[in-house]
Each structure stands twice: as C-alpha cells, then as structure tokens.
C-alpha cells in the first residue's frame, strides 16, 4: 500500500454535477428501500470514474499494488454504501448512502480485495459514529487501512518470503488495524501477491548486489565508466521503489532492511 494524495485532484464539473444531483435525490428519499433503489438505478455513475481513478496509480490497486494479480477492477466505496458491518460482522447501520456519489469515498481497487471487505467497516470501540445528521466522518476512528491517509501506509510491513505483517514498534490499535486490513483486503491470503512480492524482493537484493559490485569497482578504480554504472544501477533501484512501479512498498521495504544507509536512502516515503 503506498499514500494515495487527492489533494488538488477532482472529476470534471460535469461529473460532479451529476453526483449533486443524485445526493440531492437521496437526501429528499422516503426511507432506505427508496434510497437503494436511487443508488442502483444510477451505479453506472460512479464507475465512469473508472479510467480517471485508475489513471492516478497507472493502473495499481489502491491497497495491494497489483496490476494483473488482482482479477479484474472496481470502484470500491471506502465507507460502504448499503450497510455497515462491525468487527464481528453484525450490522451498525444503512451504510453511508450519503457517500455513495461521493468521490472522495472512492478506491480502485481490484476484486480480490474489494470483496471480502464488503459491507466490513469496523469502528474502534467509543469512537464517533458519522449518522446522515451529522455525516461527520472525521471524527471517526475505523479499523480499516485507508490509502489516502498519509499516516496509513507505513503501517504495514513487508519481507523476503512475500510476507505482509504489521510495521514493528507500532501501538497496539495500529496493530490491530493492520491485522483486520491484512485480513479483509486479503493481502496476505491471496498466494498471487505474496509470490510477486516475493519475486519483487529477490530482483530488488539482485539489483543491491549488483550496485555494491559496482560500488566496489568504482571505490578500486574511480573512472567515468564506474560510476556511470554506479549511477544507472541506483538509478534502477530508485525505480523499483517509485510510486508508480508495482509493489514498490515492498522494494521499499527491501531497501530499508540493507545494512548500509547508501541503499536505505534510496527507497522512497510511504
């Protein structure tokens, strides 16, 4: 998972008005069966956000980093639609219908992981629950791994064997919310992921070696064309850990856990 910024990004005018219209018809709707059936009526209007959602990662789920691993795409609701489910699994409420249009809400995400999360959106227990009187979300605390909040992403941690576990030295809710995402976005159950991040380690230890040759080399005999391969090799390791470069989490991740600060400093943020 890498930090998704939507800062300064929106749908065209056009798009947006549709939306307002739409919510503005499930504001006035007479009860909940009124306001399923608005939002079925009118599904087609958030996946024509497809392209554009898919664009901002190049095609990347927002919370595997897959391209081809993850089956097919969808746009998935962050805050469920048409229900809410806790931690064990009972329901809370209607959903966040008032979300449904809401562009903000949306995630690219792949089938893979979109459904098992579902209707899933558990709540830290004694935390603010948004209602369609206040629809105030920001005051809720989820269990559930956003990737377009910055502070999100690190908490997930990767390893050599394909492995994805909570970041050490975390608190114990921010473990916990790493474990429940692991869970129900399938990242560590789906063996297609683990056997990529896995092949994305090894190439990256492959390419590591393969600069410290150089470096070596360069350190014995300080000539143009040594550091020149020096620079290409870093170069490739930059690449492997740029936002746009499938599973580079985990490249990053690979970076970090070499011993000399030379190649720690060359992964990217989260």
């Known amino acids: 998972m890498r930090f998704i910024n939507l800062e300064g990004r929106q749908p065209k005018r056009a798009w947006l008005r549709k939306a307002d219209r739409i919510l503005q018809q499930l504001n006035n709707a007479a009860g909940e069966s009124a306001r399923k059936k608005i939002i079925k009526d009118n599904e087609d209007i958030w996946k024509e956000l497809l392209p554009w959602l898919r664009r901002i990662t190049k095609g990347k789920c927002w919370f595997s980093e897959a391209r081809g691993a993850c089956q097919y795409w969808e746009v998935e609701h962050f805050r469920p639609k ?58 809720e605390d989820p269990y559930l791994l956003d990737p377009t909040k910055l502070e999100d992403p690190p908490l997930l941690a990767f390893n050599r064997n394909g492995d994805v576990n909570p970041t050490p030295g975390t608190s114990p809710w921010d473990t916990e919310r790493g ?16 056997e990529a991040r896995r092949d994305v380690w090894a190439k990256c ?66």
């Open 205 to 270: 230890e492959l390419e590591v070696n393969k600069c410290r040759n150089f470096v070596q080399q360069e350190a014995n005999n300080p000539t143009a064309t040594n550091r020149q391969r020096v620079g290409e090799q870093m170069k490739k390791l930059r690449e492997m850990g740029a936002f746009f470069s499938e599973f580079s989490a985990v490249a990053n991740d690979c970076l970090r856990s070499c011993p000399e600060p030379y190649f720690q400093k060359l992964a990217s943020p989260a």
């Open 82 to 139: 048409g229900a809410a489910k806790n931690l064990d699994g009972t329901r809370r409420q209607d959903g966040y219908w008032w979300l449904a249009f809401d562009w903000r809400n949306f995630r690219l995400s792949g089938g893979v992981t979109n459904r098992k999360k579902g209707y899933y959106f558990p709540l830290r227990a004694g935390t603010h629950v948004a209602t369609p009187a206040d629809r105030n979300i920001e005051d």
């Open 179 to 194: 474990i429940v995402s692991i869970q129900r976005y399938k990242l560590q159950e789906h063996e297609e992921f683990v």
